[in-house]
Nanobody, 125 residues
Framework: QVQLVESGGGLVQPGGSLRLSCAAS????????IGWFRQTPGKEREGISC????????HYIDALKGRFSIARDNARNTVYLQMNSLQPEDTAVYYC??????????????????WGQGTQVTVSS
């Protein structure tokens, strides 16, 4: 089991970019499938992206394809979510989560065991 900590959120104008980080401690993140999720008040937590342990499967929901990208840096024990061309509807708390022996897609909340505390992303003029 690993401890996950998200960082990199903040306030950005429409069209701007942010890079979120999901840093693991205690164990090697490379052996876990990592998912990114987001949640807004009153809505279900939504899986938006994932990367499996082999890096051969990188998934994004259709609305995010071409704007978001996920990558691993095993040396830093970190997974990143690069978010470009941000829009107001991207405003949410973003979470990362991990699970062993799971291959995405789908990015299903019930499949992930270890969760970070979330980082707020606000896209506003």
């Amino acid at each position: 089991q690993v401890q996950l900590v998200e960082s990199g959120g903040g306030l950005v104008q429409p069209g701007g970019s942010l890079r979120l980080s999901c840093a693991a401690s205690g164990f090697a993140l490379e052996y876990y499938t990592i998912g990114w999720f987001r949640q807004t008040p009153g809505k279900e937590r939504e899986g938006i992206s994932c990367i499996d342990t082999s890096n051969s499967s990188r998934h994004y929901i259709d609305a995010l394809k071409g704007r978001f990208s996920i990558a691993r840096d095993n040396a830093r024990n970190t997974v990143y979510l690069q978010m470009n061309s941000l829009q107001p509807e991207d405003t949410a708390v973003y979470y990362c989560a991990g699970v062993a022996t799971y291959y995405c897609p789908p990015v299903a909340t019930t499949k992930f065991d270890f969760w970070g505390q979330g980082t707020q992303v606000t896209v506003s003029s």
